[in-house]
């Protein structure tokens, strides 16, 4: 069975920083991309970022580059989004999926960005 | 504004078929694979629909999809009680280089 399981997530002051962490079993981690997905407070879905089976390929959307970085180590199966300089508007819900189809979801883990 | 267009809301008597469109462009719908997610009360997103019509296993043939030229659809036939959730899209945008989800629909069973 797939499971992902998000960590790291806290309140923090505008201009922290914060590292998520997704540690996966159940399935091959190196074979298979990885993304992370947030949803604010009431609000609806929105995809940040994303990296390739082996890590070399990463993708962001715009409101996070230059601010957040995604990492894998997969002799570890872990995921990671690294995110400086936030915001309160990065205040949301993070979740990791499998795969850029997203197929298999974690819990996710409430990020509070707030002073 | 999200790049991918849903109603925010729909509605339907048990038993009925409901549709819920996404709709978007070239970029987007017209050149990639469409998913679509459920995301019940207080859960995490699911998987519903991935390739434009393909159900993972699991999910009742209840739920279908399409795909036609730069609009999608999702479609619950037999609506249950237990359907009433969120619904959202998503796609690869090839201009914005990133994936894109829909508003979401919520879907009230009456």
């Known amino acids: 069975e797939v499971q992902l399981l998000e960590s790291g997530g806290g309140l923090v002051q505008p201009g922290g920083s914060l590292r998520l962490s997704c540690a996966a079993s159940?399935?091959?981690?190196?074979?298979?991309?990885m993304t992370w997905v947030r949803q604010a407070p009431g609000k609806g879905l929105e995809w940040v970022s994303a990296v390739s089976d082996s890590g070399g390929d990463t993708k962001y959307t715009d409101s996070v580059k230059g601010r957040f970085t995604i990492s894998r180590d997969n002799s570890k199966n872990t995921l990671y989004l690294q995110m400086n300089s936030l915001r309160a508007e990065d205040t949301a819900v993070y979740y990791c999926a499998r795969d850029y189809a997203c197929d298999s979801w974690g819990q996710g883990t409430l990020v509070t960005v707030s002073s | 504004q999200s790049v991918l267009t849903q109603p925010p809301s729909a509605s339907g008597t048990p038993g009925q078929r409901v549709t819920i469109s996404c709709s978007g462009s070239?970029?987007?719908?017209?050149?990639?694979?469409v998913n679509w997610y459920q995301q019940l009360p207080g859960t995490a997103p699911k998987l519903l629909i991935y390739?434009?019509?393909q159900r993972p296993s699991g999910v009742p043939d209840r739920f279908s999809g399409s795909k036609s030229g730069t609009s999608a659809s999702l479609a619950i036939s037999g609506l249950q009680s237990e359907d009433e959730a969120d619904y959202y899209c998503?796609?690869?945008?090839?201009?914005?280089?990133?994936?894109?989800f829909g508003g979401g629909t919520k879907l009230t069973v009456l």
């Open positions: 390739f434009n019509n």
């Open positions: 998503a796609v690869w945008d090839d201009s914005l280089n990133e994936g894109v």
């Open positions: 070239s970029s987007n719908i017209g050149s990639n694979t």
């Open positions: 159940g399935f091959t981690f190196s074979s298979y991309a």
